[in-house]
């Protein structure tokens, strides 16, 4: 084995951890590099749970109770790094599954992760609201309310399925420097997408794309005379 087996995967579902049954799910992967750079994939697949498996570190080829697709996505993994992929799946409707993740080089299984969620209710729209202080009024409007990051936005605009609204309230828009994520936002808007910003100033704001994106011309605030 070389020094790529010293690299380890950590994963989360997208939207507060939150994954659709019956609907197509964002996935954040973090692979943590302590050695060289090398190049390999991230693997998949829905399998049993931890619990449940008949080995302790299972392989895409040895995971017991499979099923569904098989995703694949090619990665190039610079030295001593932390680098964060988006990967989008189906969701499974059997409680006895998780997804599972491999991260494989040279047909060797670096490292792999269970996923845990929650599951999204179906009866309520998925509000998503980035930023540090919490809109007062959400928690009891119905909606089933997510804290997200704005460098946790999807690099797809499809990986914004599911989601009712963004509510951008005091995160810094200059935080969202990757121009995938920038265009996946843009699409997700012309297709529908409902974008709120809600906010006392412009203060991160001024200057970004997020401003682009708006149907009003942003001003400096100034003092009332009266």
């Given at each position: 084995?070389?020094?790529?087996?010293?690299?380890?995967?950590?994963?989360?579902?997208?939207?507060?951890?939150?994954?659709?049954?019956?609907?197509?799910?964002?996935?954040?992967?973090?692979?943590?590099?302590?050695?060289?750079?090398?190049?390999?994939?991230?693997?998949?697949?829905?399998?049993?749970?931890?619990?449940?498996?008949?080995?302790?570190?299972?392989?895409?080829?040895?995971?017991?109770?499979?099923?569904?697709?098989?995703?694949?996505?090619?990665?190039v993994i610079p030295e001593k790094t932390q680098r964060r992929h988006f990967a989008y799946v189906q969701g499974h409707e059997s409680t006895s599954h998780q997804l599972w993740i491999f991260?494989?080089?040279?047909?060797?299984?670096?490292?792999?992760?269970?996923?845990?969620?929650?599951?999204?209710d179906k009866e309520k729209p998925i509000v998503a609201e980035l930023g540090t202080t919490?809109?007062?009024?959400?928690?009891?409007?119905?909606?089933?309310?997510?804290?997200?990051?704005?460098?946790?936005?999807?690099?797809?605009?499809?990986g914004f399925e599911g989601l009712h609204a963004l509510l951008w309230l005091d995160a810094d828009a200059a935080?969202?420097?990757?121009?995938a994520q920038i265009e996946s936002l843009h699409q997700w808007i012309a297709t529908g997408g409902h974008l709120i910003v809600a906010r006392s100033n412009t203060v991160g704001l001024s200057g970004t794309f997020l401003e682009k994106?708006?149907?009003?011309?942003?001003r400096e605030p100034r003092m009332n005379s009266d």
């Open positions: 084995a070389g020094d790529e087996s010293k690299a380890t995967l950590t994963a989360d579902y997208a939207w507060g951890r939150r994954y659709r049954v019956n609907g197509g799910n964002t996935v954040l992967i973090t692979i943590d590099n302590p050695g060289p750079a090398f190049e390999g994939s991230l693997i998949l697949r829905w399998g049993h749970s931890e619990l449940t498996q008949g080995v302790k570190k299972p392989t895409p080829a040895t995971l017991d109770g499979a099923v569904g697709f098989t995703y694949e996505y090619p990665v991260l494989q080089s040279e047909e060797r299984t670096i490292d792999r992760f269970a996923v845990m969620g929650l599951a999204a919490p809109a007062p009024g959400l928690p009891g409007s119905g909606a089933d309310v997510a804290h997200a990051r704005a460098d946790e936005l999807p690099d797809r605009w499809f935080t969202l420097p990757d121009p994106l708006l149907p009003v011309t942003l």
